[in-house]
Nanobody, 115 residues
Framework: QVQLVESGGGLVQPGGSLRLSCAAS????????MAWYRQAPGKQRELVAG???????NYADSVKGRFTISRDNAKNTVYLQMNTLKPEDTAVYYC?????????WGKGALVTVSS
């Protein structure tokens, strides 16, 4: 069993920055494809960014150039650095792990971008 715990959410003004962290329990983090998803009110959950075991990265078009995903396997942690935030980035952000075909989710971290 893998547990994922997100932190770093909060309220930020447009144009500001936040960094989300996701700490994973267990010994299989190094074998996991990690990703961040988000779900805005009234909308479906969408992929924001993903990073494979080998370090391949993909981003949603809406966040390219503004968000950066990274992982620290020694700390069992994945990060999402979010810069130049916009009101439309407001959502609950979820960390996910895909380990040998089994998908795990964190409980989410709320990010609110508002003046």
């Amino acid at each position: 069993q893998v547990q994922l715990v997100e932190s770093g959410g909060g309220l930020v003004q447009p144009g500001g920055s936040l960094r989300l962290s996701c700490a994973a329990s267990g010994s299989l983090f190094g074998a996991a494809t990690m990703a961040w998803y988000r779900q805005a009110p009234g909308k479906q959950r969408e992929l924001v960014a993903g990073i494979t075991v080998g370090g391949s990265i993909n981003y949603a078009d809406s966040v390219k150039g503004r968000f950066t995903i990274s992982r620290d396997n020694a700390k069992n942690t994945v990060y999402l650095q979010m810069n130049t935030l916009k009101p439309e980035d407001t959502a609950v952000y979820y960390c996910s792990a895909d380990i040998i075909g089994v998908h795990y989710w964190g409980k989410g971290a709320l990010v609110t971008v508002s003046s």
